[in-house]
């Protein structure tokens, strides 16, 4: 049973990692969309400097996971290590694709789609694809916040940064792609929205309103 559990959890993360791999390249990297975390980082540096994303990922993700490891244990970081790892490899090998979206409204709307439903399979196999996502996690851990929201509030301080390097619609599209990958992310995780319906039947109404 262990087994099959364990077997579940790193098949979701690899291929949530893949999805993210393939929304960075087809959607967020040729239309300059920056929404947040370490992939939005990546961008803003490729766009500067033309350097590699894969190699920025890689060297940003390096320490964070020497936190994840101290501050969420040593079997998150495990999962954490295999999505650390295969999400620059992804993006990477996807990097070749002879095909992309460079319109900045579908970039955001369908890149912020697969962006989310990519992280939120990584977070339901008990991961994370490094960077900004292990300080996600962290919010999720120690506050009520949803993984989705938590992952916002750190990504909206990316967008603001990328917005003097690009331009001002430029940030507005990313933050267009930043709210569509929380919200997919909670979609994916709570498999509904975040609101809840209970219905109660009993015939002690009052003591349970008390």
């Known amino acids: 049973m262990q087994s099959k559990q364990e077997f579940r959890s790193y098949s979701l993360i690899i291929l949530g990692t893949f999805l993210v791999g393939l929304a960075f390249n087809i959607f967020l990297l040729p239309a300059s969309i920056t929404a947040g975390g370490v992939a939005g ?41 295999v999505g650390t790892t295969l999400l620059p490899t992804f993006i990477w ?26 992280i939120g399979l990584v977070f339901r196999g008990k991961g994370s694809t490094g960077g900004t996502t292990i300080f996600g996690q962290l919010i ?6 949803s993984s989705g929201y938590s992952q916002f509030l750190i990504d909206g301080c990316i967008v603001i940064v990328a917005m003097f390097v690009f331009d001002f619609e430029r940030a507005l599209y990313g933050m267009i792609a930043m709210f569509i990958i929380g919200k997919s992310i909670d979609v994916v995780q709570l498999r509904s929205s975040t609101s809840k319906l209970v219905l109660i039947v009993t015939e002690n109404e009052q003591k349970i309103t008390d």
């Open 93 to 118: 090998l996807t990097s070749y694709l002879p095909f992309s979206v460079e319109d900045p409204l579908l970039a955001s709307i369908y890149g912020g789609i697969l962006s989310g439903i990519g």
């Open 140 to 145: 999720k851990k120690y506050t009520r916040l």
């Open 41 to 81: 980082i990546s961008i803003i540096l490729n766009k500067l400097n033309g350097w590699s994303p894969a190699v920025v990922q890689w060297a940003i993700n390096i320490p964070t996971f020497v936190l994840g490891y101290f501050l969420l244990g040593k079997d998150f970081s495990i999962r954490t290590f």
